[in-house]
Nanobody, 120 residues
């Protein structure tokens, strides 16, 4: 059994900051990429940012310079530091992790989602 559990999120004023965390647990051989998607009301889910096991990252243009993803491999945890938040960042944020559960078998696991609301 593998679980991916998020924490953080909430309500913040525009220009404020929030930090999300996401921890994977269970029968895990290794983790490749971990990252975050978000889905705003009436919109499709979009990729926000991800980080590979070697620490390399990629982010959507809309969050570059404001959001920072980091990772603690020993804790199997990924963090999303969100600064200078804007009302358009309001969405449910979903963490994912691509996990090797048995030799050469990889599955993608998702967190339950956490609401981020930015007021103007």
């Amino acid at each position: 059994q593998v679980q991916v559990v998020e924490s953080g999120g909430g309500l913040v004023q525009a220009g404020g900051s929030l930090r999300l965390s996401c921890a994977a647990s269970g029968s895990i051989r290794s983790i490749n990429d971990m990252g975050w998607y978000r889905q705003a009301p009436g919109k499709e889910r979009e990729l926000v940012t991800y980080i590979l096991s070697d620490g390399s990252t990629n982010s959507a243009n809309s969050v570059k310079g404001r959001f920072t993803i980091s990772r603690d491999n020993a804790k199997k945890t990924v963090y999303l530091q969100m600064n200078n938040l804007k009302p358009e960042d309001t969405a449910v944020y979903y963490c994912y992790a691509r996990i090797e559960v048995t030799s050469s078998r990889w599955n993608t696991y998702w967190g339950q989602g956490t609401q981020v609301t930015v007021s103007s």
